[in-house]
C-alpha cells in the first residue's frame, strides 16, 4: 500500500495480525479482548501514563534507568532490587537483540545455554520467546509501571507481547530505528511497520487503557538538536494519527546544561504545538531527558558525574523522567547493585534539589532556545511541505534528499553529511549541515560558535575534533 499517514483500517489492522503472531509459536496465545481485560486489572499506580500525569500535576520528576537479563526468576529478583533498593520511580523490559530483529530460533538456542551455564549470552530479556503467560509474572511481580524497551526497524511483535503482558509503555519510533537500527531496510517499510505498532497501541487506548509512546527522534552523540528535535515531532504525528495520545519525548542530554534545557524546552513546547496544529488537540505530552548516550567513563566516580548532568538538565526543564545509566555502562552488561546506586544517587540529587531555586544564565539561555526553535520550525515545514502536508511521506522524501539526516548513521540510505562538534563551552554546532534546508543566518550562527573555539583553541576545527569530542565524556572533559 502507498505510504501515507491514515489511520490503519480495521480490516488492514486484524490481518496484518495474523502476519505478525504467526512469527513464533508463542503468538497463538495473544488475544486482543483477553488482553484489554487484564489491562483493565491492572492498577492505576503501574500505568506510565497515570503515573507521568501526576508527576507533571505535582512537579516531580520520575527517575528509572534500563535493565534485562534471559533469567525470568533473576531479572524479577533484578526488578525488585531496582524498586525496593534503589528506589526506582518507573521500570523497563530491555528486550534483547536476537529478539528485536526476529531471531527467535537462534535467541532459543542462547536462552537454554544461558540457563544452563549461567553465562547470559542475551542481552536483554527474550519475551517473545518466554511468551505471554510467563511474561506477565514480571508485570505482576512488581508495584511499578513497565514500559517495552529497545529499538528495532520492526517492534510489532514485541509490542504485541509486551502490551498483552501488561506493560504500558513503549519505546521506538521510525526515524531513529531507521537511521541507527538499521542497515539496509527502507525508511517507508519502518513507518509501516510502526504505524502498526501504533494503531496496536491506539486499539488499547480506545478501550480505555491508557498506553504511552516514548518516542525520540535520534541520538543525541555530537547531533546537533535541531533536526533531533523536528524528528520527533515527525514521528510523534504519525503516532497521533493512529491514536496514540500520551508521548513522552526523548531527549538525549550531551552536557552543556543551558543547550540541554533549552533542546528539553524546545521539544515539549514545539512538539504541543505541532500537535494541536495538525489537529491532535487531546495529546498529552511529556518529557524523559536521557543521561548521555555515547561512551560513558569506565571509572565509576567519572560515570557519576555524567549522570549528574542529566539530572540537573531534567530538574531545570522541569522533565516528568529522568532515565540515567548505570556507572558501570562502559564495561560489561550491569549488575543490579550497580543500577541500584545510580538510581539512588539519582533520587537523592534530584530531592536536594528539588526546593532550591535554580536558574540558568537567562540571556545565553533564550539566545539557545531561540536559535533551535527557529530551526525546529523551518525543518518541520520545510519536510511536511515537501510530503504535502503527509509527515509519513515527507520523512520519506527527507531521508533520500538529506533535508533529514544525522551523524553516525547505520542505514546506507542516509547521506550522514551532517557532522556535528563542541563549541568552546561545549555546545554541539554544525560543522556540516550537509543538506538540512537552514538559511545562510542559522549556518553563520553555528560556524560563528565554532570560530571561537578555533581562536581559544588556536587551530582550525575538523574531523579530528571531532574525534575527540566523541571520547572526552568518556574521559571525565567535556570538550576535547
Not at 169 to 181: D, K, N, V, W
Not at 280 to 291: F, I, N, P, Q
Request: hydrophobic share 40%.
Amino acid at each position: 500500500m502507498e505510504l501515507k499517514n491514515v489511520r490503519i483500517s480495521e480490516e488492514r489492522f486484524l490481518q496484518e495480525r495474523k502476519e505478525v503472531l504467526s512469527r513464533w509459536k508463542t503468538g497463538s496465545a495473544i488475544d486482543l479482548d483477553e488482553a484489554v481485560e487484564y489491562q483493565r486489572n491492572i492498577p492505576s499506580h503501574k500505568n506510565f501514563a497515570y503515573k507521568l500525569e501526576n508527576a507533571k500535576k505535582m512537579g516531580r520528576t520520575l527517575i528509572r534507568t534500563d535493565s534485562g537479563i534471559p533469567s525470568l526468576e533473576e531479572f524479577i529478583d533484578y526488578l525488585l532490587f531496582l524498586q525496593n533498593e534503589g528506589g526506582a520511580d518507573l521500570l523497563g523490559t530491555m528486550v534483547d537483540s536476537m529478539t528485536r530483529y526476529h531471531l527467535h530460533e537462534e535467541a532459543e538456542k542462547k536462552l537454554r545455554e544461558s540457563l544452563k551455564t549461567g553465562q547470559w549470552l542475551l542481552n536483554g530479556f527474550p519475551m517473545i520467546n518466554y511468551g505471554l503467560h510467563e511474561t506477565r509474572k514480571i508485570v505482576e511481580a512488581v508495584d511499578l509501571p513497565l514500559m517495552i524497551r529497545g529499538l528495532a526497524p520492526d517492534y510489532r511483535f514485541v509490542y504485541e507481547m509486551g502490551l498483552a503482558s501488561g506493560h504500558t509503555a513503549t519505546s521506538g519510533a521510525p526515524l531513529i530505528s531507521f537511521s541507527q537500527y538499521s542497515k539496509d531496510i527502507s525508511l517507508e517499510s519502518v513507518i509501516k511497520k510502526y504505524q502498526y505498532a501504533y494503531r496496536l497501541c491506539g486499539h488499547y487506548i480506545e478501550k480505555g487503557i491508557p498506553i504511552t509512546a516514548g518516542i525520540g527522534g535520534g541520538f543525541a552523540i555530537l547531533c546537533p538538536f535541531g533536526v533531533l528535535i523536528a524528528g520527533a515531532i515527525l514521528d510523534a504525528l504519525i503516532a497521533a494519527e493512529q491514536g496514540v495520545n500520551s508521548i513522552v519525548f526523548i531527549v538525549h542530554s550531551q552536557g552543556n546544561i543551558v543547550q540541554d534545557v533549552a533542546a528539553l524546552v524546545v521539544q515539549r513546547s514545539l512538539g504541543k504545538e505541532y500537535l494541536e496544529k495538525m489537529g491532535y488537540k487531546d495529546v498529552r505530552v511529556y518529557l524523559d531527558c536521557t543521561s548521555w548516550s555515547g561512551k560513558f567513563p569506565d571509572d565509576a566516580s567519572k560515570a557519576y558525574a555524567v549522570n549528574v548532568l542529566g539530572v540537573l538538565a531534567a530538574r531545570l526543564a522541569k522533565a516528568e523522567i529522568v532515565t540515567v545509566k548505570t556507572i558501570e555502562e562502559a564495561r560489561t552488561i550491569p549488575s543490579k547493585e550497580a543500577n541500584a546506586s545510580t538510581l539512588k544517587f539519582g533520587k537523592t540529587l534530584m530531592s536536594m534539589l528539588e526546593r532550591q531555586p535554580l536558574e540558568l544564565p537567562r540571556e545565553k539561555f533564550e539566545e539557545e532556545r531561540a536559535i533551535l526553535e527557529a530551526e525546529v520550525k523551518l525543518l518541520v515545514e520545510k519536510i511536511l511541505e515537501i510530503g504535502d502536508g503527509d509527515p509519513a511521506k515527507g520523512e520519506k522524501k527527507a531521508t533520500e534528499t538529506g533535508m533529514f539526516d544525522v551523524p553516525f548513521a547505520t542505514n546506507r540510505d542516509l547521506l550522514c553529511r551532517v557532522k556535528g562538534v563542541r563549541d568552546k563551552d561545549g555546545m554541539v554546532r554544525y560543522l556540516d549541515a550537509g543538506g538540512l534546508p537552514l538559511p545562510r543566518e542559522i549556518i553563520d550562527y553555528h560556524r560563528e560558535k565554532i570560530r571561537e573555539r578555533e581562536k581559544e583553541k588556536g587551530k582550525k576545527i575538523d574531523y579530528e575534533t571531532i574525534v575527540e569530542d566523541l571520547f572526552s565524556i568518556s574521559k571525565g572533559i567535556l570538550v576535547g
